[in-house]
């Protein structure tokens, strides 16, 4: 593949001049290495049916459509503005992004996810996923200096679209991160590394999650998203309202988090009926 590097560098290149943010490059890049690697050759020689068979392996994945559209969004900037073929990503369509949130983890089914993994590293990683309602990119860029037991809460720096947060640190979380920087030891200044020393690779960590699932037997696959859902409609659940769901989720807008009421059976079922202040004959 004697032109890859070139490809990626001028992809890197034009994304920046786009405008995109430091996170959502970093995605593209990491999308576009996955399709070389699935290609075996040079980019630009990526023909029809290569692309198309590209596109069928990204939908058998265990991801929802925002991860979806990440990866066919880095498809079709590649070969539109970085090789100028457009033509061969014209049958490209986007999922709906108003797709329906997937079926969201009980906390005994995210429990035995949890319990279920091999690797305490990921144990931990997706731990913090769910205590928090981290994305699995701002979760695999923690630094250690975002943790703030003293404050009880965890710094995000690199948040989706550049914006910082805070999101809750409790007792449990604390216990758990503990362990895992006393067992694994990561390099600074990351919270969760590969071996090499860079922040944890999402595919690997989306592959343990994968077998995790599995193993634990629940009838369902979880995703990273989907425990970030479990995480948000949990709290909703429990009172708690949707204006703080909304800042510790970084939603820009509450409307993206009053989605979370269509998928908790709970809330519903909380209501109670004005018919139940009459006394009707039986």
Same mark, same amino acid.
């Given at each position: 593949?004697?032109?890859?590097?070139?490809?990626?560098?001028?992809?890197?290149?034009?994304?920046?001049?786009?405008?995109?943010?430091?996170?959502?490059?970093?995605?593209?890049?990491?999308?576009?290495?996955?399709?070389?690697?699935?290609?075996?050759?040079?980019?630009?020689?990526?023909?029809?049916?290569?692309?198309?068979?590209?596109?069928?392996?990204?939908?058998?994945?265990?991801?929802?459509?925002?991860?979806?559209?990440?990866?066919?969004?880095?498809?079709?900037?590649?070969?539109?503005?970085?090789?100028?073929?457009?033509?061969?990503?014209?049958?490209?369509?986007?999922?709906?992004?108003?797709?329906?949130?997937?079926?969201?983890?009980?906390?005994?089914?995210?429990?035995?996810?949890?319990?279920?993994?091999? $690797?305490?590293?990921?144990? #931990? *990683?997706?731990?913090?996923?769910?205590?928090? @309602?981290?994305?699995? !990119?701002?979760?695999?860029? /923690?630094?250690?200096?975002?943790?703030?037991?003293?404050?009880?809460?965890?710094?995000?720096?690199?948040?989706?679209?550049?914006?910082?947060?805070?999101?809750?640190?409790?007792?449990?979380?604390?216990?758990?991160?503990?362990?895992?920087?006393?067992?694994?030891?990561?390099?600074?200044?990351?919270?969760?590394?590969?071996?090499?020393?860079?922040?944890?690779?999402?595919?690997?960590?989306?592959?343990?999650?994968?077998?995790?699932?599995?193993?634990?037997?629940?009838?369902?696959?979880?995703?990273? $998203?989907?425990?970030?859902? #479990? *995480?948000?409609?949990?709290?909703?659940?429990? @009172?708690?309202?949707? !204006?703080?769901?909304?800042? /510790?989720?970084?939603?820009?807008?509450?409307?993206?988090?009053?989605?979370?009421?269509?998928?908790?059976?709970?809330?519903?079922?909380?209501?109670?009926?004005?018919?139940?202040?009459?006394?009707?004959?039986?």
């Amino acid at each position: 593949m004697r032109a890859a590097s070139l490809f990626l560098s001028r992809l890197e290149s034009d994304l920046q001049m786009a405008g995109k943010a430091p996170g959502t490059i970093q995605q593209y890049l990491s999308s576009i290495r996955g399709f070389e690697a699935f290609l075996g050759r040079d980019l630009d020689s990526a023909g029809p049916e290569e692309l198309r068979s590209w596109v069928g392996h990204l939908r058998c994945q265990p991801i929802g459509p925002a991860r979806l559209r990440c990866h066919y969004s880095a498809l079709t900037f590649l070969f539109r503005k970085t090789i100028g073929q457009p033509e061969k990503v014209a049958f490209i369509s986007m999922p709906r992004s108003e797709a329906p949130l997937p079926t969201v983890p009980t906390a005994g089914e995210v429990q035995r996810v949890l319990e279920a993994f091999t $690797h305490a590293k990921y144990r #931990a *990683f997706f731990a913090l996923i769910y205590a928090t @309602g981290l994305r699995i !990119r701002e979760a695999s860029q /923690v630094e250690t200096r975002d943790i703030d037991v003293a404050q009880q809460v965890i710094h995000v720096r690199h948040g989706k679209g550049g914006r910082e947060r805070l999101v809750p640190l409790n007792p449990g979380l604390v216990h758990v991160l503990r362990a895992h920087w006393r067992h694994e030891r990561p390099a600074q200044p990351w919270l969760f590394t590969t071996r090499e020393g860079k922040p944890l690779c999402h595919a690997t960590a989306r592959m343990a999650l994968l077998k995790a699932s599995a193993v634990a037997g629940i009838g369902k696959v979880v995703t990273p $998203h989907m425990l970030r859902h #479990a *995480f948000a409609t949990h709290l909703l659940e429990q @009172g708690t309202d949707l !204006r703080r769901i909304q800042v /510790v989720l970084g939603h820009a807008s509450i409307k993206s988090t009053t989605i979370y009421t269509q998928v908790s059976a709970k809330e519903i079922a909380s209501l109670i009926s004005p018919l139940e202040s009459l006394t009707l004959p039986t």
